[in-house]
């Protein structure tokens, strides 16, 4: 791999927000079409990614239109699906026919934590994988992980043959407590592993940016969006083969593609910018959602997680009249935070440890007993 930059496809382009499964069809394939001419290759799904349908989108976009030898392809086992071994081969055979290919050129063992590596090992997964890449249904093998140094060392230590490590890494979650991007950095370092590194722009968070964050990145450079800071930083880390970007628009495949085509790492100079802007980020950010929704999936009062914490950091940092109006509008439709029934489903889910029940409070605290002038809260 000469390019350090993925098309990631959890977050493509919708018709419809509401509907994650609304592709706008002719924009990805736009999008697909020109990433590739810029001369970028890898791309990445998984199972689950909206709604289960992104490995469809990525047959219609890119297998379909594109000779199998001009891109890379990675997909990922739902290893916390899994109920019995036998799972294990007949959704790899779905992923192939979803996808549209013979084979996989990276697939993973997808979000291994605490919880997950239980199954992996009641279930051998790491064996079926290898099966998988002696069968040469897959080329390259390993998984995506979001969980502790030290059980990331364990899993490093006890599982031989594997090709690559996927981890979360971005400047704002480098020395964050919960994630230990860097500890996991390093640990991957030490096993000398090559690292893939998804959510470099955590969920788009580090795309759009508080005003005094994003002064600082201008004063340093005017003409480098916020974005390219945060994948600038992921890719010039020694030992990261691939920066995975969740692109949903034009407009970013383009920005993306600008300053990795040619991509130069960060110099000292701007890696001291980062480091002040991450103060000032952490300083603003209340709940640190990335929009995954794996909470959302599971929740048995059907609550708009990832929505009412992207509401509550807007009102933190903004005001709560404006952001009380859409939380209304989604309340309308799906449960309240207020109904949450701390069942605990979603806190297993979580790849940023969020402690979401408590989140939820503070977010019930914030709209639930609040009104618009001359009319009640909709029960």
Known sequence: MTKKLGFGCMRLPLLDTKDPTSFDMPLLEKMTDTFIEKGFTYFDTAYPYHAFKSEDAVREALVKRHPRNAFQLADKMPVRMLNSKEDLDIIFQEQLQKCGVDFFDYYLLHNLGQNSYVQVKQYECFDFIRRKKIEGKVHYIGFSFHDTPELLDEILSTQP???FVQLQINYIDWENPNIQSRRCYETARKHNLPIIVMEPVKGGSLATLPSEAENLLRTCNAEASPASWAIRFAASLKGVCMVLSGMSSLDQVLDNTSYMTDFYPLCEEEISIIEETAAVINANIAVPCTV??????????????PDYFSLYNNAKRTSVGSQFVYYLNIATQRG??????????CLGECPQHISIIAALEKVSAMFDNRSLPGRPVKE
């Open 161 to 163: 043959g594997l090709d």
């Open 292 to 305: 995954c929704r794996y909470c959302e999936r599971v929740c048995p009062q059907n609550i708009a997680i």
């Open 336 to 345: 309240k935070a207020g109904d949450c029934i701390a069942c605990r489903r």
